[in-house]
């Protein structure tokens, strides 16, 4: 995009407007996302408990209740208890949204509509994602409050557990792919259903499951979340926050679901490609037409993505709160040892070269291995332009790289 | 492309100058968690640092191991622990001396080795056509750690490229002194854990 502005300015005014451009896009995903998934929340949550939710705000649904919440937000007043450490108790919210929106970076919505293309966004977004966990430590230590200190500690003892089996989950796509980039996962199940990664093999099936139970426990949402635990803690971390502040501990929370949500639409569930291939053959026109389709897959992952962060929400509104020690046994002894037996399961799956659905139902099976990742796909075009192999490229970028 | 503003340049210096910065401000705060929250700032611009070099890898190993994991259970430890004269630290004057005599002789040490690199102290003659190469995928890595090293296919001897020059001694090494480390902390918390559970019963 860049070098289409440089056309028409400057190369620095071409560079700024379009790292620009990519920073509205993703805070409008991070804000409208809070404001419908906040809306979305109330009304699942009324319709479970035989109520209607909010009905007036807006007209019908009340689907403007959540912008009437924002503007009451900003009109509270911003306080701080008398105990609190001034600097780290402001700070902590922010610190607590940096990283949550951070991740929305590396995480692809399309075939290379990304707003950073690095080859090993699955481990930066897990990385990033298990930095969110600070600003609740921070805020928790901060307010000069037992319980907000009590939510903290919880809180931290939960996600440096559950970063661990996380991490276990994520790398076997990773390593039935081949590749840490997500654009190349995802480009990889292109086609009908049968070649998403979750129906690779039984063991990919079974780790979906744990992956999306410590997903749900890594971005603390009920069942899992004792920081906040409000029948014993008041609201844990963020009792003392009140007005924007606070809102600001919840916009990162809901944006942590989408991203949880869109990794597993990318690693399990194809990403951007649909269940029926109904536009590959526009991508393969090219032109305006690859626009056209590049734009119906970013819609479909965003349409997996929020079901990902329903069932989230219609999980919360279902199963009670788990005690401390239910959730430190849920990860160390269940989704630890579990994802450990699916990876080896899936590795032998793999090495035994047994066959998964696609290898029967699809018209193209070996279409995954024609897949490359993109410096890869650089390096072979520029070994046809110049005549030589493509191992010769590909050692010759290690030697500039050198 | 660049040619216009050397973007390159003011990220480098604007990630290096926050290093710096909440650097200093881990040495001059008493309290720990503020130390550890300035620890953050300063881990997460030198891992901004390795974003800009390329190495997105170890980049955001960075931020997974030191930020995500070892400050995380720093100020946890903290949490737990910290009554109020632990929380403020007082250091008296001799240990500035022996602190300032070790760090800088360390400066001195990483600074006689930056400057005696050549080609870092020369001015780069053709700065315009400087490329910034773009970053590599992990599988190298991951492919020199099982003994294959596809970015070293040039190897004239074959058996240096069948894999003797690869990562995998020094990564079986570690992950030996790793699980040492495991089962040592495994037998540290075990007789506590044996004591309560004989109360229980008694």
């Known amino acids: 995009m ?314 919360r509104w279902t199963l009670p709160r788990l005690r401390i020690d239910q959730v430190i046994t849920t990860c160390l002894k269940y989704c630890v040892p579990l994802a450990a037996f699916c990876f080896v399961g899936a590795l032998a799956w793999q090495l035994a070269s047994l066959p998964s659905p696609n290898d029967w139902l699809s018209p193209d099976p070996a279409g995954r291995a024609a897949v490359r990742e993109p410096w890869v796909e650089r390096a072979e075009d520029g070994a046809e332009r110049s005549g030589t192999s493509g191992a010769e490229e590909l050692a010759r970028l290690a030697e500039d790289k050198r | 492309m660049l040619a216009a503003i050397d973007l390159h340049g003011f990220l480098f210096v604007l990630f290096a100058l926050t290093a710096c910065v909440f650097a200093a401000g881990v040495l001059f705060s008493s309290n720990i968690v503020r130390m550890a929250f300035n620890l953050v700032l300063s881990l997460g611009s030198s891992a901004g640092l390795f974003f800009l070099a390329g190495a997105e890898f170890v980049g955001a190993m960075q931020l997974m191991i030191y930020v995500g994991g070892t400050l995380v259970l720093l100020v946890f430890g903290v949490m737990l622990t910290a009554q109020h004269r632990f929380l403020e630290m007082r250091t008296n004057a001799g240990e500035w001396v022996l602190s300032l005599l070790v760090g800088g002789a360390l400066l001195m040490v990483l600074l006689q080795a930056a400057f005696s690199v050549s080609q870092w102290n020369t001015p780069y003659a053709q700065r315009d056509q400087v490329e910034i190469d773009e970053s590599k995928s992990a599988t190298p890595i991951a492919a020199a750690l099982t003994g294959v090293r596809v970015d070293k296919l040039e190897e004239t001897n074959p058996r240096l490229r069948a894999g003797k020059s690869g990562y995998l001694m020094p990564f079986v090494i570690v992950s030996m002194h790793l699980l040492v480390v495991l089962v040592g902390a495994a037998y540290l918390a075990r007789p506590r854990m044996a004591v309560r559970q004989m109360r229980r019963g008694g």
């Open chain 1, 2 to 315: 860049a070098e289409f502005f440089a056309q028409y300015m400057p190369a620095w005014g071409a560079y700024l407007l379009t790292a620009l451009i990519s920073v509205a896009l993703l805070l409008a995903v991070v804000g409208l996302g809070a404001l419908f998934f906040i809306w979305a929340e109330r009304k699942v949550a009324g319709r479970i408990q035989d109520r209607l939710g909010p009905t007036r705000t807006g007209g019908k649904f009340g689907w403007l209740q959540s912008l009437a919440d924002g503007i009451k937000l900003i009109t509270k007043e911003d306080l701080a208890p008398a105990d609190a450490d001034r600097l780290l108790f402001r700070l902590a919210p922010y610190v607590s949204l940096a990283p949550s929106y951070a991740a929305l970076l590396a995480l692809p919505f399309a075939d290379g509509w990304v707003g950073w293309e690095i080859n090993t966004s699955v481990f930066f977004l897990l990385a990033i994602l298990g930095l969110e966990v600070f600003g609740v430590i921070l805020a928790g230590y901060a307010s000069g409050s037992k319980w907000s200190l009590f939510g903290g500690m919880r809180q931290a003892a939960q996600v440096v557990s559950y970063e661990v089996p996380l991490g276990m989950c994520g790398v076997i796509p990773v390593f039935l792919c081949g590749t840490m980039s997500l654009t190349t996962i995802g480009n990889m199940q292109a086609g009908w259903a049968t070649n998403w990664l979750i129906f690779h093999d039984p063991f990919t099936f079974m780790v979906f499951w744990v992956y999306f139970t410590c997903a749900v426990a890594s971005v603390n949402r009920a069942p899992f979340d004792l920081a906040e635990a409000e029948s014993e803690l008041v609201a844990g971390f963020h009792t003392e926050y009140s007005g924007l502040r606070w809102s600001f501990f919840f916009m990162a929370e809901y944006n942590s679901m989408f991203v949880v949500s869109g990794l597993a639409a990318v690693l399990f569930f194809g990403g951007w490609n649909g269940p029926v291939p109904i536009f590959a053959s526009w991508k393969a026109a090219g032109g305006g037409w690859e626009i056209v389709a590049d734009l119906a897959g970013c819609l479909n992952f965003i349409g997996k993505a929020v079901l990902g962060v329903m069932v989230m929400i219609w999980v």
